[in-house]
């Protein structure tokens, strides 16, 4: 297989992976963002991370970003 692509088994999750650990999920999806560099022209994270993460379990909105 070829791509950007990774598979991580997340115990004691259901369907909704987002909501049972979301800090898990939000550390594996900024991790996996970074890494890859996905998008138009890369995204570089940057020292941010922790913002990022906060916007992936709370949202954008509740975060101040928009």
């Known amino acids: ?5 990774q598979m991580v088994v997340v ?5 909704a992976i987002q909501e049972d650990v979301p800090d898990e999920f939000a550390t594996l999806i900024v991790n996996f963002i ?3 560099r ?3 022209h890369g995204v570089e994270l940057g020292s941010s991370t922790s913002t990022w993460l906060k916007v992936l379990v709370f ?3 509740r975060v101040g970003i928009w």
């Open 1 to 5: 297989m070829q791509g950007k692509f």
């Open 11 to 15: 115990r004691h999750t259901g369907h």
């Open 34 to 36: 970074s890494r890859n």
């Open 38 to 40: 996905i998008g138009p």
């Open 59 to 61: 949202g954008p909105k």
